[in-house]
Nanobody, 128 residues
Framework: QVQVVESGGGSVQPGGALRLSCVVSGGTFGNYAMAWFRQVPAKEREFVAGISWTGVSMSYADPVKGRFTISRDNAKNTVYLQMNSLKPEDTAVYYC?????????????????????WGQGTRVTVSA
């Protein structure tokens, strides 16, 4: 069973940057597309970014395009989310997950309801 542990969250001012990390265990990391999601209270979890198994192909939600970058290190079983030019509306708990049914980012990769197991997430707060 694949397990994930997210880290790197914190509090920053608008315009600041953070780098989130997600370590994956219990599976074959290099075989999976990976995705980041975020959630704020009273709202559904939403897709943020996804990356293919090779790290060559990425996909981003419109609100983060040009500001966030997803990457992965298959030797370390780790996926990253570099977040630049942060805005107050980026405030959320961020989660990662492994899309074990696909090596590339497909529509299902972006659907949080398709995942069964979640980590504890890492909280990001952007405020002046």
């Amino acid at each position: 069973q694949v397990q994930v542990v997210e880290s790197g969250g914190g509090s920053v001012q608008p315009g600041g940057a953070l780098r989130l990390s997600c370590v994956v265990s219990g599976g074959t990391f290099g075989n999976y597309a990976m995705a980041w999601f975020r959630q704020v209270p009273a709202k559904e979890r939403e897709f943020v970014a996804g990356i293919s198994w090779t790290g060559v192909s990425m996909s981003y939600a419109d609100p983060v395009k040009g500001r966030f970058t997803i990457s992965r290190d298959n030797a370390k079983n780790t996926v990253y989310l570099q977040m630049n030019s942060l805005k107050p509306e980026d405030t959320a708990v961020y989660y990662c997950n492994a899309h074990i049914r696909s090596r590339i980012v497909i529509p299902e990769t972006k659907q949080p309801e398709k995942y069964n197991n979640w980590g504890q997430g890492t909280r990001v707060t952007v405020s002046a």
